[in-house]
């Protein structure tokens, strides 16, 4: 049978997969610092010409961000069609002195290939690619019509591809989007992730004095704005870890006892977490449990604050202005245009005298929600119980992925996220790093789930 072929070629090519795997992840294309243009190109025709060398006929759409790569198989009538997501863009490296190894030398030690990018989302494309040689290469002939499309903006809030979406949606017409950039529920469980919350990130600054003040001279007659910032910032949430703007819960989804229960029976240990994350107690709003807090309840978290001197040494003064960035994680049916005026006006509400504020909006991602009986995403639980070899869990996730909720609105299709990685693969955070053999289980997952939905025909039981 062919796709026995397939699976034996992938097999066979393991060694090869991985080399070019760690030639993708030499390509330092870091989306959001300008410096880093020439390897977003080189990431682009490295992907070019891995499509072109499979017959696909890559398309390279510029924009007026980073380009998109759109590829498709020859569509044939009566065949599902699965489209296929990825990034290659990855996130700055910093502070780059805690890397073991250099961040864009891809280095394999103990089963794990350590490098920017190896799980978030270089890796888990690429399976998806691989997945494909298998067909191409051994003459099989694809079971379903494939589309793919990577973009290079995904890590820095880039626009393009939702753009693209909305105009090409007859373009990108398919049965069912497939995504891998999530993560398995641990080392024995694969997982589908059915929810993803969303984001909206937000810039405050505090303005006072018209410039730094000796703090002696002027102290104790001025409003200090890092002091306003920080008393604005506390009235966020509550000591309860509830958010304290007005109307913020208005919109949450109650989830139902089903998939609270559901959520019960995943087996998480509080222990497990706190050795993770490295803290001695776990915070956060009460009544809940961690995998609420983090998957089903929204959430507002300061990511970055500075004002007035942080050198070395003591330096006597009342800073002009004040900072913080912070994000709120959303959730279904959350609206992140509405959530940041509500922002916004709280902030300007709560603001002290003696002190201006400014709130800016950095980004904004639609939080989802994702079928799980349709039969497109059991097909894809079956490939990967059978590629990872476990029974696979439905879970949510606290990330986000912004172009999820525009798949959802423009193509009216599932989107099924079938992660590779690990909670514990280091994203966005120094040693980011991929098992080796969940690279080898992804491909092989990918190849499975084409089978499975080819399985599904006639197309009718599909919608
Ligand atoms: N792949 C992640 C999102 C993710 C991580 C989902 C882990 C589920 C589990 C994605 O690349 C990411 O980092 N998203 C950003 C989005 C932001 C930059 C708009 C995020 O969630 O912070
Ligand atoms: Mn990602
Ligand atoms: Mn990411």
Same mark, same amino acid.
């Given at each position: 049978m062919a796709l026995q072929e397939v699976l034996r070629y992938l097999d066979d090519h393991q060694d090869d997969h991985l080399k070019q795997l760690c030639e993708f992840l030499k390509?330092?294309?870091?989306? @959001?610092?300008? !410096?880093f243009r020439d390897d977003i190109r080189r990431a682009v025709d490295f992907l070019e010409s891995e499509l072109m060398n499979l017959g696909l006929h890559p398309e390279i759409i510029q924009t007026e961000g980073h380009p998109l790569v759109y590829a498709q198989s020859a569509q044939r009538e009566g065949l599902p069609t699965l489209l296929f997501y990825g990034h290659y863009d990855v996130q700055p490296v910093d502070p780059v002195e805690l890397w073991d190894s250099p961040p864009f030398e891809p280095s394999l030690k103990d089963g794990w290939i350590h490098a920017r990018g190896a799980s978030d989302d270089k890796g888990q494309m690429f399976s998806h690619i691989k997945a494909i040689e298998g067909f191409i290469r051994t003459g099989a002939d694809l079971p379903v019509n494939i589309k793919l499309i990577f973009e290079g903006e995904e890590e820095s809030g880039g626009k393009a591809i939702f753009a693209y979406t909305k105009e090409h949606s007859a373009k990108l017409a398919c049965d069912m989007v497939v995504i891998s950039d999530t993560h398995l529920y641990d080392e024995q469980t694969p997982a589908i992730c059915t929810s993803l919350r969303g984001l909206c990130y937000m810039e405050v600054v505090v303005t006072g004095p018209a410039m730094d003040l000796h703090s002696g001279i002027f102290g104790g007659a001025v409003r200090n704005p890092a002091d306003a910032l920080c008393r604005i910032l506390s009235q966020l949430k509550d000591e309860q870890g509830r958010?304290?703007?007005?109307?913020?819960? !208005?919109?949450v989804i109650v989830v139902s006892e089903e998939i609270r229960n559901e959520m019960l029976q995943l087996g998480h240990s509080d222990d497990v977490l706190k050795g993770e994350t490295g803290v001695g107690a776990l915070f956060g709003e009460s009544g809940y449990t961690s995998l609420e807090r983090m998957w089903i309840r929204p959430t507002c978290d300061v990511n970055g604050i500075w004002s007035g001197y942080t050198g070395l040494g003591a330096k006597t003064v009342i800073p002009a202005t004040a900072s913080a960035k912070v994000s709120m994680r959303l959730v279904p049916n959350q609206d992140p245009e509405r959530i940041a005026s509500a922002f916004s006006a709280y902030v300007q509400d709560i603001c002290p005298e003696g002190v201006s504020v400014a709130v800016h909006r950095l980004g904004c991602a639609k939080p989802v929600q994702l079928p799980r009986d349709s039969a497109l995403v059991l097909a894809g639980k079956t490939a990967l119980e059978k590629g990872f070899g476990h029974k696979a869990v439905f879970i949510g996730d606290g990330g986000s992925i912004p172009i999820v909720g525009t798949f959802q609105e423009y193509l009216h299709v599932p989107v099924l996220l079938l992660g590779y990685g690990?909670? @514990?693969?280091n994203i966005h955070s120094p040693n980011e790093r991929f098992k080796i053999t969940h690279y080898y289980r992804g491909i092989r997952t990918t190849a499975l789930l084409l089978g499975e939905v080819a399985g599904l025909v006639p197309l009718k039981i599909l919608r």
């Open positions: 390509i330092k294309s870091i989306s @959001t610092q300008p !410096e958010v304290r703007i007005p109307g913020f819960y !208005e919109d690990l909670l @514990t693969d």
